[in-house]
């Protein structure tokens, strides 16, 4: 059967300092990947998404990046992590040939 | 664009009370529609889905009806329990989505339910 992983499960950083977050899927090949951003009482809001390695499509322009350098692994990172950057941070994926999405338990970023 | 206007919240019910979370959307053709549920302190989890009109999608007591007419896709359930207390999230995907199969969310509805 196949998972997703997200670590680390919290995160407390300061401005300006970096962040690597990753998320790895088990049990699938090429699958699609994204990334989504919660802030505290909001919806979702799709940050990155890739529909191979190396592919990063980006649906907002912010201080974030993403990369995918293996087929089943997702990385999300910042040079410099602002205020604005805490939230919950979701990977998730699905195949292409199906439209159902699976999500990973979820980063909480806490920005101080 | 394609989105999605969920009912804002938090909705507080009384165990065994009657939920309705309104959910309505612009999309062109026929989107597939979803619901997401989030527990505390979790990822989301699929509840429920219907990719054509008239459909009803349905999942541990919780019903949804994909309306063309009124691009609608209220999430019902008759008999709420303290257990269901969550975010719940309606979505969709376009019709003409390509490659990425992307979702477009509405921005979550919080249910409350007391003892």
């Known amino acids: 059967s196949q998972t997703i992983h997200q670590w680390p499960a919290t995160l407390v950083q300061p401005v300006g300092s970096p962040l690597s977050l990753e998320c790895t899927v088990e049990?699938?090949?090429?699958?699609?990947l994204y990334w989504y951003r919660q802030a505290a009482g909001r919806g979702l809001q799709l940050l990155f998404y890739?529909?191979?390695?190396?592919?990063i499509s980006s649906e907002v322009p912010q201080n974030l990046s993403a990369s995918r350098p293996q087929d089943r692994q997702f990385i999300l990172s910042s040079k410099k992590l602002l205020l604005s950057d805490s939230g919950f941070y979701l990977c998730a994926w699905n195949q292409r040939a199906d439209n159902e999405q699976f999500f990973g338990p979820g980063t909480r970023l806490t920005v101080l | 664009g394609d989105s999605v206007t969920q009912m804002e919240g938090p909705v507080t019910l009384s165990e065994e009370a009657f939920l309705t979370i309104n959910c309505t959307y612009t999309a062109t053709g026929y989107p597939s529609l979803f619901w997401y549920v989030q527990y505390p302190g979790e990822g989301l989890q699929l509840l429920l889905k219907?990719?054509?009109?008239?459909d009803k999608g349905s999942n541990k007591g919780f019903e949804a009806t994909y309306r063309k007419e009124t691009t609608s896709f209220h999430l019902e359930k008759g008999s709420v329990q303290v257990s269901d207390s969550a975010v719940y999230f309606c979505a969709l995907i376009g019709a003409d989505n390509n490659a990425g199969n992307m979702l477009t969310f509405g921005g979550g509805t919080r249910l409350m339910v007391k003892p």
């Open positions: 049990g699938t090949s090429n699958p699609n």
């Open positions: 219907a990719t054509k009109a008239d």
């Open positions: 890739s529909v191979g390695i190396g592919q």
